[in-house]
């Protein structure tokens, strides 16, 4: 099943503000993504629907298996890019934005060989 890229950044955000707090909730999501609570609720209960996260009587929001493996596979790609971006010149906020863009649209084979390409380069500046 393909995921939407929309769900895809709900997840990476999730996962994010999981590792920075240890907790998260809605209000949260709407804080990091600037996006109205109406907006949020929606999307969480699509994410609730598809199996992807789960929420407690307190309302804190915490990834189920598959939908940690899609937020762990969509950080990496994200960290990844951006980090060839700026190994190539472009400053880190233009990378990150435009990492956010590519991370989505690019092939898991293209990413694999980038990925190969970057740290093997990196490896040699070690």
Do not use: W
């Amino acid at each position: 099943m393909k995921i939407l890229e929309a769900a895809e950044n709900y997840l990476e955000i999730i996962l994010i503000e999981l590792e920075k707090h240890g907790r998260v909730r809605s209000i949260d999501i709407c804080n990091a993504l600037n996006y109205a609570k109406p907006t949020i609720s929606v999307m969480m209960k699509q994410l609730r629907e598809n199996g992807y996260v789960e929420m407690d009587h307190d309302g804190y929001i915490t990834l189920t298996d598959i939908g940690s493996g899609i937020a762990k596979k969509i950080y990496e790609r994200h960290q990844v890019l951006a980090s060839f971006l700026m190994g190539i010149g472009v400053d880190e906020e233009t990378a990150y934005k435009g990492a956010g863009k590519i991370e989505h649209d690019l092939s898991e084979t293209s990413f694999e060989m980038l990925k190969k390409h970057y740290q093997k380069g990196t490896q040699a500046l070690s």
